[in-house]
Nanobody, 126 residues
Framework: QVQLVESGGGPGQPGGSLTLSCVASGFTSDNYLIGWFRQAPGGAREGVSCISTTDERTWYTYSVEGRFTISRDKAKNSVYLSMNSLKPEDTAVYYC???????????????????WGQGTQVTVSS
């Protein structure tokens, strides 16, 4: 059925860049929210950035705004997270997830999301 596969994680230096990719498959509709969440060691899972496939609206958590950019390639059913000016606090497992109900009011609410990828590790250290 629905499958989300992340890639692109790895080690990074403070101030450096990484780009994460998520390939989605198995959806009945092309209309959903898709985005990135992260979970630091010992921490809770939190929203990072999401995008609507309907109108391209985007959301960012304040801590990454201006540094990270979310984008998608409709033809490839893929979403990307371009991560710039990395900080040690960006260290986490990053997950791709989708919300088929498209709740714009809580676009990055973890419990609203239906399907999740396996996660990809990002480690930012000097």
């Amino acid at each position: 059925q629905v499958q989300l596969v992340e890639s692109g994680g790895g080690p990074g230096q403070p101030g450096g860049s990484l780009t994460l990719s998520c390939v989605a498959s198995g959806f009945t509709s092309d209309n959903y929210l898709i985005g990135w969440f992260r979970q630091a060691p010992g921490g809770a899972r939190e929203g990072v950035s999401c995008i609507s496939t309907t109108d391209e609206r985007t959301w960012y958590t304040y801590s990454v705004e201006g540094r990270f950019t979310i984008s998608r390639d409709k033809a490839k059913n893929s979403v990307y997270l371009s991560m710039n000016s990395l900080k040690p606090e960006d260290t986490a497992v990053y997950y791709c997830a989708t919300d088929i109900d498209m709740d714009y009011a809580q676009a990055m609410h973890v419990l609203d999301y239906d399907y999740w990828g396996q996660g990809t590790q990002v480690t930012v250290s000097s």
